[in-house]
């Protein structure tokens, strides 16, 4: 659980949760609540199997495997995308977006 935190100015997204490979690491469950994110991803995040985000980015979900996420209640500001992730999650609709030009952007990996 991620809740009640300001974020701003990682060298990745604010949050960053990665799970390259199927039988891996096991991301279900995880939250992601009630934050406030700012300019995150200043560096870049190369992930793997040729998908990369080197724009502002708030939170970034990298899952090969299918995973249940929740990221709700977020004000997210100041970033390129706002949330991004190779699988669909909950709670995206109660997440608040300003001057964000792709609130949330779905890949996937190769």
């Known amino acids: 659980m991620v809740e009640g935190n300001y974020l701003a100015g990682n060298g990745l997204a604010g949050v960053v949760m990665h799970a390259h490979h199927p039988g891996g690491e096991d ?5 992601v609540v009630n934050n ?3 300019t995150n991803n200043v560096m870049g995040d190369p992930f793997d ?3 990369r985000d080197f724009e502002t980015t708030a939170i970034a979900i990298y899952s090969v495997p299918p995973a249940e996420v ?3 209640g977020n ?3 100041d970033n390129t995308i706002g949330i991004w992730l190779t699988n669909t999650v909950s709670g995206l609709g109660s997440n608040t977006f300003e001057d964000v030009t ?3 952007k779905i890949e996937q990996p190769n």
């Open 27 to 31: 991301m279900n469950g995880n939250q």
């Open 36 to 38: 406030t994110f700012s």
């Open 49 to 51: 199997g040729g998908v």
């Open 70 to 72: 929740t990221i709700s």
């Open 75 to 77: 004000h997210i500001h």
């Open 102 to 104: 792709i609130p949330v």
